[in-house]
T-cell receptor
Framework: AQSVTQLDSHVSVSEGTPVLLRCNYS??????LFWYVQHPNKGLQLLLKYTSAATLVKGINGFEAEFKKSETSFHLTKPSAHMSDAAEYFC?????????????FGRGTSLIVHP | EAQVTQNPRYLITVTGKKLTVTCSQN?????MSWYRQDPGLGLRQIYYSMNVEVTDKGDVPEGYKVSRKEKRNFPLILESPSPNQTSLYFC???????????FGPGTRLTVL
């Protein structure tokens, strides 16, 4: 069985300051992990994915995430927030449980960026 | 261009009037899925399909039906819509070794 917990429902930062969105997961197998972003009234866009090639994953728009197996975490970071980063962010885990590929979504973290 | 398409994008209907939301992907993916998104609840899986003629319930299947007669299409059917099915619906397909999901643009459904 797999699960995802996004530890914060809302994160508020000032423009130009660092962003940290936290995600913890559980998985019985070697998981694939993803972060998706959803801007207001838009669909979901893939930010980055972890696929066991490297623990530090770089995504689009300056975002990064680090896979820490010992902490079962996959936190999303960005050194300097921009106003355009204001959106909903979803952490997703997907493993091959029983040969299937059923992904599990976190409940989302709303990132608010103040000028 | 690799994509997942959904139609309609917006729909307002009345209680009890059957409707279908279409979903199509052009990436030859075997796995497809429907989600609904509601404020504070994130995305919840309604149904998924591992391949043609193979469908299974997700977390919130009540009030929905699906079919998978062809690999590329995975329509969502509401036989008798109710107001609690007012939501934003996303179709997705999964492909590649690392199970990346590709999402459609979403369908905003309002049931009066």
């Amino acid at each position: 069985a797999q699960s995802v917990t996004q530890l914060d429902s809302h994160v508020s930062v000032s423009e130009g300051t660092p962003v940290l969105l936290r995600c913890n997961y559980s998985s019985s197998y070697s998981p694939s992990l993803f972060w998706y972003v959803q801007h207001p009234n838009k669909g979901l866009q893939l930010l980055l994915k972890y696929t066991s090639a490297a623990t530090l994953v770089k995504g689009i728009n300056g975002f990064e995430a680090e896979f820490k197996k010992s902490e079962t975490s996959f936190h999303l970071t960005k050194p300097s927030a921009h106003m355009s980063d204001a959106a909903e962010y979803f952490c997703v885990v997907s493993d091959r449980s029983g040969g299937s590929y059923i992904p599990t979504f976190g409940r989302g973290t709303s990132l608010i960026v103040h000028p | 261009e690799a994509q997942v398409t959904q139609n309609p994008r917006y729909l307002i209907t009345v209680t009890g009037k059957k409707l279908t939301v279409t979903c199509s992907q052009n990436m030859n993916h075997e796995y497809m899925s429907w989600y609904r998104q509601d404020p504070g609840l994130g995305l919840r899986q309604i149904y998924y399909s591992m391949n043609v003629e193979v469908t299974d319930k997700g977390d919130v299947p009540e009030g929905y039906k699906v079919s998978r007669k062809e690999k590329r299409n995975f329509p969502l059917i509401l036989e008798s819509p109710s107001p609690n099915q007012t939501s934003l619906y996303f179709c997705a397909s999964i492909g590649g070794y690392y199970n990346e999901q590709f999402f459609g643009p979403g369908t905003r459904l309002t049931v009066l």
